[in-house]
């Protein structure tokens, strides 16, 4: 009988040892880091980063490709699913020019993101600017001159559909 009871003991105080650091171990973690802070980061991610400090927050990308835009000339995009990040540049220290993403997510401290209506932007964000260019609903954030950054909030039947932080590059 006295084995049996140490062995009883023995796993019952493994068991609170197992629960004490699960606990302890998940309290000392940080919160998750807001990912969608306009005009500084979306999924983590922030204007100025490297391919390998994206890998990083991100992982690995589904797709890996260098193509030719208008303005920017040849970029690479780096694809994660719902969220596409596009490089100003194609070397390995080339930085983010824009983010964008239509994950559902993906939300500020104030819960705007894909999905909210436009009435939910403009009561719970401060600084946004509304409006309809050429059949394009959006609202943004930021100064929409050449070298700033902006927070633009893409709108279609009245909920965001994609949200990009970027760089204006003309």
Not at 90 to 113: D, F, K, L, W, Y
Not at 137 to 142: A, M, N, P
């Given at each position: 009988m006295r084995?049996?009871?140490?062995?009883?003991?023995?796993?019952?105080?493994?068991g609170?040892?197992l629960?004490l650091?699960?606990?302890?171990?998940?309290?000392?973690?940080?919160?998750?880091?807001?990912?969608?802070?306009?005009?500084r980061?979306?999924?983590?991610?922030?204007?100025?980063?490297?391919?390998?400090?994206?890998?990083a927050?991100?992982g690995?990308?589904?797709?890996?490709?260098?193509?030719?835009?208008?303005i920017?000339?040849?970029v690479?995009?780096?694809?994660?699913?719902?969220?596409?990040?596009?490089?100003?540049g194609?070397?390995?220290?080339?930085?983010?020019?824009?983010?964008?993403?239509?994950?559902?997510?993906?939300?500020?401290?104030?819960?705007?993101?894909v999905?909210?209506?436009?009435?939910?932007?403009?009561?719970k964000?401060?600084?946004?600017?509304?409006?309809?260019?050429?059949?394009?609903?959006?609202?943004?954030?930021?100064?929409?001159?050449?070298?700033f950054?902006?927070?633009?909030?893409?709108?279609?039947?009245?909920?965001?559909?994609?949200?990009?932080?970027?760089?204006?590059t003309?």
């Open positions: 084995p049996l009871r140490q062995s009883i003991l023995a796993l019952v105080t493994a609170l040892l629960a650091a699960v606990n302890g171990a998940s309290a000392s973690l940080p919160a998750k880091a807001q990912a969608l802070v306009p005009q980061s979306l999924a983590g991610v922030k204007i100025g980063m490297i391919a390998s400090q994206v890998r927050v991100l690995r990308p589904s797709s890996n490709k260098v193509s030719v835009r208008p920017l000339g040849k690479r995009t780096m694809d994660f699913g719902a969220t596409e990040v596009l490089f100003r194609t070397a390995a220290t080339a930085p983010v020019n824009t983010i964008s993403t239509s994950s559902h997510g993906e939300r500020t401290a104030q819960g705007v993101g999905g909210s209506t436009e009435a939910q932007l403009v009561a964000l401060s600084g946004e600017h509304c409006l309809t260019e050429l059949g394009y609903r959006h609202c943004f954030i930021g100064k929409w001159s050449k070298g950054v902006v927070t633009d909030f893409s709108i279609a039947n009245r909920r965001v559909t994609l949200i990009t932080l970027g760089v204006i003309q």
